[in-house]
Protein backbone atom coordinates (compact mmCIF):
# COMPACT_ATOMS: atom_id res chain seq x y z
CA UNK A 1 0.00 0.00 0.00
CA UNK A 2 1.45 3.36 -0.93
CA UNK A 3 2.87 5.78 2.03
CA UNK A 4 0.36 7.56 4.13
CA UNK A 5 -0.93 10.70 3.03
CA UNK A 6 0.83 13.95 4.07
CA UNK A 7 -0.13 17.52 4.02
CA UNK A 8 1.47 18.72 0.99
CA UNK A 9 0.26 15.26 -1.13
CA UNK A 10 -3.65 16.15 0.32
CA UNK A 11 -3.17 19.44 -0.90
CA UNK A 12 -1.80 18.15 -4.11
CA UNK A 13 -4.99 16.19 -4.73
CA UNK A 14 -7.61 18.47 -3.32
CA UNK A 15 -6.40 21.11 -5.72
CA UNK A 16 -5.92 18.58 -8.44
CA UNK A 17 -9.99 17.57 -8.00
CA UNK A 18 -10.87 21.26 -8.20
CA UNK A 19 -8.71 22.15 -10.89
CA UNK A 20 -9.79 19.10 -12.79
CA UNK A 21 -13.79 20.08 -11.52
CA UNK A 22 -13.42 23.68 -11.99
CA UNK A 23 -11.75 23.43 -15.51
CA UNK A 24 -14.25 21.39 -17.17
CA UNK A 25 -16.98 23.86 -16.06
CA UNK A 26 -15.23 26.67 -17.71
CA UNK A 27 -14.25 25.05 -20.59
CA UNK A 28 -17.65 23.68 -21.00
CA UNK A 29 -19.49 26.99 -20.26
CA UNK A 30 -20.74 28.70 -23.44
CA UNK A 31 -20.50 32.33 -22.53
CA UNK A 32 -16.77 32.78 -22.61
CA UNK A 33 -15.21 36.42 -21.05
CA UNK A 34 -17.77 36.70 -18.67
CA UNK A 35 -17.66 37.70 -15.26
CA UNK A 36 -18.27 33.79 -13.96
CA UNK A 37 -15.73 32.46 -16.58
CA UNK A 38 -13.28 34.55 -15.40
CA UNK A 39 -14.32 33.94 -11.52
CA UNK A 40 -14.05 30.34 -12.16
CA UNK A 41 -11.03 30.48 -14.50
CA UNK A 42 -8.94 32.19 -11.43
CA UNK A 43 -10.40 29.84 -8.88
CA UNK A 44 -9.31 27.10 -11.73
CA UNK A 45 -5.58 29.01 -12.21
CA UNK A 46 -5.27 29.30 -8.93
CA UNK A 47 -5.90 25.51 -8.09
CA UNK A 48 -3.34 24.55 -11.31
CA UNK A 49 -1.00 26.80 -9.31
CA UNK A 50 -0.81 25.00 -6.60
CA UNK A 51 -0.97 21.46 -8.42
CA UNK A 52 2.12 22.52 -9.82
CA UNK A 53 3.98 24.14 -7.29
CA UNK A 54 3.08 21.42 -4.72
CA UNK A 55 4.05 18.52 -7.12
CA UNK A 56 7.99 19.64 -6.70
CA UNK A 57 7.95 18.72 -3.28
CA UNK A 58 6.08 15.21 -3.98
CA UNK A 59 9.05 12.43 -5.14
CA UNK A 60 8.85 9.02 -6.35
CA UNK A 61 9.44 6.15 -4.33
CA UNK A 62 12.81 6.18 -4.74
CA UNK A 63 13.00 9.81 -4.27
CA UNK A 64 13.60 11.55 -7.34
CA UNK A 65 11.77 13.36 -10.37
CA UNK A 66 9.36 11.58 -12.88
CA UNK A 67 7.44 12.21 -16.12
CA UNK A 68 4.28 13.81 -13.91
CA UNK A 69 7.32 16.50 -12.56
CA UNK A 70 8.39 17.68 -16.37
CA UNK A 71 4.28 17.93 -16.97
CA UNK A 72 4.42 20.18 -13.83
CA UNK A 73 7.13 22.55 -15.36
CA UNK A 74 5.57 22.72 -18.53
CA UNK A 75 2.16 23.43 -16.92
CA UNK A 76 3.81 26.14 -15.04
CA UNK A 77 4.79 27.70 -18.86
CA UNK A 78 1.60 26.92 -20.12
CA UNK A 79 -0.66 28.27 -17.71
CA UNK A 80 1.94 31.41 -17.21
CA UNK A 81 1.60 32.14 -21.24
CA UNK A 82 -2.10 31.66 -21.07
CA UNK A 83 -2.63 34.36 -18.57
CA UNK A 84 -0.28 36.41 -20.08
CA UNK A 85 -1.63 36.15 -23.33
CA UNK A 86 -5.39 36.95 -21.82
CA UNK A 87 -3.73 40.09 -20.04
CA UNK A 88 -2.66 41.05 -23.29
CA UNK A 89 -6.28 40.30 -25.37
CA UNK A 90 -4.56 38.03 -27.08
CA UNK A 91 -7.50 35.24 -26.90
CA UNK A 92 -7.25 32.51 -29.34
CA UNK A 93 -3.39 31.79 -27.45
CA UNK A 94 -5.39 32.34 -23.93
CA UNK A 95 -7.40 29.74 -25.15
CA UNK A 96 -4.89 27.25 -26.74
CA UNK A 97 -2.92 27.52 -24.07
CA UNK A 98 -5.41 27.23 -21.39
CA UNK A 99 -7.05 24.05 -23.29
CA UNK A 100 -3.51 22.79 -23.26
CA UNK A 101 -2.87 23.23 -19.33
CA UNK A 102 -6.28 21.38 -18.82
CA UNK A 103 -6.12 18.49 -21.28
CA UNK A 104 -2.31 18.25 -19.42
CA UNK A 105 -4.02 17.90 -16.29
CA UNK A 106 -6.57 15.23 -17.30
CA UNK A 107 -3.50 13.17 -18.72
CA UNK A 108 -1.44 13.18 -15.59
CA UNK A 109 -4.53 12.13 -13.66
CA UNK A 110 -5.53 9.05 -15.83
CA UNK A 111 -0.99 8.47 -15.45
CA UNK A 112 -1.82 8.55 -12.02
CA UNK A 113 -5.05 6.80 -11.46
CA UNK A 114 -3.42 4.25 -14.30
CA UNK A 115 -0.63 3.29 -11.10
CA UNK A 116 -1.75 0.59 -8.99
CA UNK A 117 0.24 1.21 -6.45
CA UNK A 118 -0.47 5.30 -5.99
CA UNK A 119 -2.80 6.51 -3.55
CA UNK A 120 -5.82 6.91 -5.08
CA UNK A 121 -6.34 3.34 -6.97
CA UNK A 122 -5.37 2.07 -3.37
CA UNK A 123 -8.34 4.38 -2.09
CA UNK A 124 -10.21 2.20 -4.86
CA UNK A 125 -9.52 -1.36 -3.29
CA UNK A 126 -8.81 -0.37 0.29
CA UNK A 127 -10.71 2.30 1.40
CA UNK A 128 -14.04 2.86 -1.00
CA UNK A 129 -15.80 5.16 2.00
CA UNK A 130 -13.05 7.65 2.48
CA UNK A 131 -12.71 7.58 -1.15
CA UNK A 132 -16.22 8.33 -2.04
CA UNK A 133 -16.51 11.02 0.70
CA UNK A 134 -13.29 12.55 -0.55
CA UNK A 135 -15.14 13.17 -4.00
CA UNK A 136 -18.24 13.49 -2.16
CA UNK A 137 -16.77 16.97 -0.95
CA UNK A 138 -15.08 17.71 -3.87
CA UNK A 139 -17.86 17.59 -5.96
CA UNK A 140 -19.89 19.33 -3.32
CA UNK A 141 -17.72 22.54 -2.47
CA UNK A 142 -17.31 22.46 -6.34
CA UNK A 143 -20.96 22.17 -6.90
CA UNK A 144 -21.86 25.08 -4.20
CA UNK A 145 -19.41 27.13 -6.03
CA UNK A 146 -20.60 27.60 -8.72
CA UNK A 147 -24.27 27.43 -7.31
CA UNK A 148 -23.07 30.82 -5.73
CA UNK A 149 -21.21 32.25 -8.67
CA UNK A 150 -24.61 31.79 -10.27
CA UNK A 151 -27.03 33.48 -7.59
CA UNK A 152 -24.62 36.36 -7.41
CA UNK A 153 -24.65 36.85 -11.39
CA UNK A 154 -28.43 36.46 -11.05
CA UNK A 155 -28.34 39.00 -8.67
CA UNK A 156 -26.43 41.57 -10.11
CA UNK A 157 -28.14 41.42 -13.22
CA UNK A 158 -30.83 44.60 -14.55
CA UNK A 159 -34.31 43.67 -13.29
CA UNK A 160 -32.97 41.54 -10.65
CA UNK A 161 -34.03 42.58 -7.02
CA UNK A 162 -33.30 40.96 -3.98
CA UNK A 163 -35.47 39.85 -1.35
CA UNK A 164 -35.11 41.13 2.01
Sequence with gaps: MASPWTFLIALHAIAAGY????GA???????????????????WAVSM?????????????????????????????????GLWAVRKGNIPSHQRFMTGSYFGLVG????????????????????IVGLALWVSALALTAGLTVAGLAQLRGSTQPGCHRRV
Design 19 to 22: ALIF
Design 25 to 43: VNLLRRNKGTPAHKTLGRI
Design 49 to 81: YIVVLSSFGIRTIDGGFNWLHALSALTFCTLTL
Design 108 to 127: AFIGVVAVPERRLPQMAVHD
